[in-house]
């Protein structure tokens, strides 16, 4: 594997006396996807928003693009701004425009100019095929849009890697495959993705490997034909059962 | 196959809408609510033409003293409201200082009302006049001592002069203080959090009457010999601090409705603590609680009558003051300069409470059509 661009290395975290994540080794390649699935509190969020330290960890080691995860605020500012990140409940600011949302983060962390955030912001509109909706407030749209404004808001910063949380477990049917349409082609472009989902569709079709939790810890690691064909452990096994057969 | 034609909508049916069908339907909808409706009716129309009688049709509107106001049956008794007029609005202001009055009120209403209309622009350069300008030129003016300005001492200063100095100024200094204090009350920093804390309670849990007292005679003691605030300047700093423990915990109620999603999406798109606050936090929390800092507004705009206890006289200290009149002395003239001062204050409160829903309305992002 080349130089990795996210190290971990036997990671813990605890809260409280709940010990969520224990030993997690990972090391992610440039422009590597990885699909993260598991049952429901295994810690798949706990462990991507470890990564951008929305969640702090208490041992082992964190190194995004050979910046060391610690206490340190400058390491942390360098990480945020080429980490960008995708919730589950898209979590827009609803007082801005979609054009606000996203120009807030190159105007006021980036320091670009009004119209050079513009510029950029309508490009990634348009990318996530939704250029005419600018102007509106995030209430006025659907979750699929919504779900698309979030990805352009988040892709405004220029990063190298993305991290989703469930980026589509909040949408209707309908609306799911318009995000992931999204998703398909920003992973073609090369972009470091790491993607906390259940669409095994998905999986099969961007992701270079499938990581399976359970109960903190990283059960199986897999490339996705290997992985859905062929579990090697009985847990994986259980789950996988469970999901496919929706 | 048959293919599926959405059906055309038609209008409602004529008797559910219309005022004849609103009537039956909103008041006189069985015989309770025909009973209730008559009662409400009759009631309504008897204090109303009571009021009128009061008012208008016995009350004399004329004369230069007591005798105006004293015929047999007696309302309101304007010329007193009238004769007094300028004391009420100026208190002992020298009338030839007067026009210093009206300028600052002038002035300040020259870069209110703009503000205050969200569709006229230059804002920045308004806040600058109002917040930073207009202050100093109203102390100037009202003050005097420069500029060839005779001084006009605050003893002399009164009535809805020294209400609205008051007012304004408590809720000028209690948004941004009630801010920090409610930032501080949430922060991470124990110090910093405990010493908030105990500031909003020591204040929420004293009556302003207290603080009064405090700034005005117990403030002195602690002070230097020498040094001595002017008695308005230190009733201001009280209910100042006072109504921004009271605001602080209007805005914390706002602070603590922003989901936790609002603060992590900001985090991940690199916004520090400021700029979070200011950019996400502050702006959503605020809009979510107009109807609490209007509310408190209204509050202390009528808690200003309690400076009367330390020797101010605001609009109603003034009022009541000239109750001792005895050329103005009548049975009526406690009721109309209640009712007048009254008024002022209704009239003033009321705008708030009316600015305040049309700033709600005019903030909601989730209107349907942009
Ligand atoms: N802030 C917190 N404080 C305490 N416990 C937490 C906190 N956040 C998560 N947990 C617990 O940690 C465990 C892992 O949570 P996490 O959100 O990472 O699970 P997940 O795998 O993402 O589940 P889901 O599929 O339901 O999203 C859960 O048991 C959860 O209850
Ligand atoms: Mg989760």
New interface residues.
């Given amino acids: 594997m080349s130089d990795p661009v996210i190290r971990i290395n036997k990671m813990n975290k605890w809260f409280g006396n709940f010990h969520v994540l224990r030993d997690i080794d990972l090391n992610v390649a440039s422009g590597e996807k990885i699909v993260i699935c598991g049952p429901s509190g295994s810690g798949k969020s706990t462990l991507i928003r470890c990564i951008n330290r929305l969640e702090t960890h208490q041992e082992g080691e964190i190194e995004v693009e050979g910046v060391t995860l610690d206490g340190s605020l400058k390491n942390l500012e360098e990480i945020r701004s080429n980490v960008g990140m995708v919730f589950q409940q898209f979590n827009l600011f609803p007082h801005m425009t979609v054009l606000e949302n996203c120009t807030l983060s190159p105007i006021w962390v980036q320091q670009k100019s009004q119209a050079e955030a513009e510029k950029l912001a309508r490009e990634l509109l348009e990318r996530v095929r939704i250029p005419d909706q600018a102007g509106k407030y995030p209430g006025q749209l659907s979750g699929g849009q919504q779900q698309r404004v979030a990805i352009a808001r988040a892709l405004c910063m220029n990063p190298r890697i993305m991290l989703f949380d469930e980026p589509t477990s909040a949408l209707d049917p309908e609306m799911i495959k318009e995000v992931l349409d999204v998703l398909v082609e920003l992973a073609n472009e090369g972009m470091t993705m790491l993607c906390v989902t259940h669409e095994m569709g998905f999986a099969r079709q961007v992701a270079d490997r499938v990581i399976f939790m359970d109960e903190g810890e990283i059960v199986e690691e897999n490339a996705p034909e290997a992985f859905f064909s062929n579990p090697e452990n009985e847990r994986t096994q259980l789950f996988l059962s469970q999901v496919l057969t929706h | 196959m048959s293919s599926w034609t959405p059906t055309a909508p038609r209008p409602a049916p004529a008797s559910t809408v219309g005022f004849v069908a609103w009537t039956r339907a909103n008041l006189f909808a069985n015989k309770l609510d025909t009973a209730l409706t008559l009662l409400a009716f009759t009631l309504v129309v008897y204090v109303v033409e009571a009021i009128f009688g009061w008012a208008i049709i016995d009350a004399s509107f004329t004369g230069d003293d007591r005798t105006a106001c004293l015929k047999e049956v007696q309302g309101a008794c304007w010329p007193f409201i009238e004769a007094k007029f300028g004391q009420f609005i100026y208190g002992r202001y020298p009338d030839a200082e007067r026009w210093r009055v009206d300028l600052v009120f002038l002035s300040g209403l020259i870069g209110l009302i703009p503000m205050l209309m969200p569709n006229v622009g230059f804002k920045r350069a308004n806040m600058i006049y109002l917040l930073g300008f207009y202050p100093i030129f109203a102390f100037i003016m009202l003050n005097g001592g420069m500029l060839g300005l005779a001084t006009v001492d605050t003893t002399d200063w009164g009535g809805l002069l020294v209400t609205l100095v008051v007012a304004i100024t408590g809720i000028v200094a209690s948004l941004p203080l009630g801010i920090l204090l409610a930032l501080g009350r949430r922060s991470d920093l124990p110090i910093v959090r405990a010493l908030c804390i105990g500031f909003i309670e020591i204040f929420r849990g004293v009556p302003l009457i207290t603080v009064l007292f405090m700034a005005s005679v117990m403030l002195p003691l602690f002070l230097p010999d020498g040094v001595n605030f002017d008695k308005l300047v230190r009733c201001l700093i009280g209910v100042a601090l006072f109504s921004s423990a009271y605001m602080a915990e209007v805005v914390r109620g706002g602070l603590q409705a922003i989901?936790k999603?609002?603060y992590?999406?900001?985090?991940?798109?690199?916004?520090?603590y400021w700029?979070t606050t200011r950019?996400?936090i502050l702006?959503?929390a605020l809009?979510l609680v107009i109807p609490g800092i209007v509310n408190t507004f209204i509050g202390l705009f009528k808690d200003t009558t309690l400076v009367l206890i330390v020797g101010l006289f605001d609009l109603l200290g003034i009022v009541q003051l000239h109750f001792t009149d005895a050329s103005w002395a009548t049975p009526e003239t406690h009721i109309t300069g209640y009712v007048f001062a009254g008024a002022v204050f209704w009239l003033f409160c009321f705008a708030m409470s009316r600015y305040s829903i049309f700033m709600e309305n005019h903030?909601s992002?989730?209107?349907?059509?942009?």
């Fill in positions: 989901p999603g609002q992590e999406a900001a985090a991940a798109l690199g916004l520090g700029k950019l996400i702006p959503q809009k903030l992002t989730d209107r349907t059509s942009s």
